[in-house]
């Protein structure tokens, strides 16, 4: 059975003294509950705080991502932020084809993939978005967009790189929205996912590859998300800037892990 993945993304929230004290009582949590063997738990933090939140957790059960990462290893590129920094730090992950990086900063799936290319070059492990709009969602065109996500931003990608990558479907409707997909909606595009990956790589990197559910994920309804086959973990915004939701949400992933075996 596929280890159940769950990530935080902080987007752009908190100030360092919040970002030091959410990660510590997070901490706290996850010794206390002890979830970290059955769980791969991460945090990804804005940039400017990553260096105090990974010293923060040194090495501990909770891993690092970023937001975000620019393809070109160094040179003229202001504001930007390299995977040769990134790993520099420390970080693991790296959250790559946000809605809100497609949708709000303009990245198209050819940008995607070229900083899928970099990461995966670098040693770092994408979590991939993808996911619809709601009008594409109303026109029927679900599996359609996934399917042009996927193929595109998954590009050049070898099924061994494959095997370091976790997607993470988003239905745009559902992030920050408070509307979260019904547990059968998210197995569903889960499946259609698992089943493209099979037919872009091979079964057994389908079998391996992670896919997680985000768009309002909550304490509430983590549980029942992930009870489904194809749920391999979720990726969680705003509940995950509160210790004690985010380390529930983290209990349900290690609770389901447990009824399956
Ligand atoms: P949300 O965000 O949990 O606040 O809906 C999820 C995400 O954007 O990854």
């Not at 594409?136 to 065109?141: I, K, L, N, S, T």
Request: glycine share 10%.
């Amino acid at each position: 059975m596929r280890k159940k993945f769950i990530a935080g993304n902080w987007k752009m929230n908190t100030d360092a003294a919040e970002a030091v004290a959410l990660v510590e009582a997070l901490l706290e949590q996850v010794e206390q509950n002890d979830s970290a063997d059955a769980v791969d738990i991460a945090v990804c933090p804005p940039f400017v705080y990553l260096d105090r939140v990974l010293q923060t957790l040194s090495n501990g059960p909770i891993a690092i991502g970023a937001q975000n990462v620019y393809f070109e290893s160094n040179g003229a590129f202001t504001g930007e932020i390299s995977v040769t920094m990134l790993n520099d730090l420390g970080c693991r992950y790296v959250i790559l084809g946000h809605s809100e990086r497609r949708h709000v900063i303009g990245e198209t799936d050819a940008l995607i993939n070229k900083k899928l290319h970099a990461a995966l070059g670098g040693g770092l492990e994408p979590i991939f978005c993808i996911g619809e709009l709601l009008e594409q969602r109303e026109a029927g065109q679900t599996e359609a967009v996934c399917e042009r996500q996927l193929r595109e931003g998954l590009a050049g990608v070898t099924a061994e790189q494959m095997k370091k990558i976790t997607v993470a479907y988003e239905p745009v409707w559902a992030i920050g929205t408070g509307k979260t997909a019904t547990s059968e909606q998210a197995q569903e595009v889960h499946a259609f996912v698992r089943g493209l990956l099979g037919k872009l790589f091979d079964a057994e990197t389908a079998e391996i590859v992670r896919i997680q559910y985000g768009g309002s994920v909550k304490a509430s309804n983590a549980a029942e998300l992930m009870s489904n086959p194809d749920v391999d973990g979720v990726l969680v915004g705003g509940a995950s800037l509160k210790a004690d939701e985010f380390a529930s949400i983290i209990e349900s992933a290690k609770v389901t892990m447990q009824n399956a075996n």
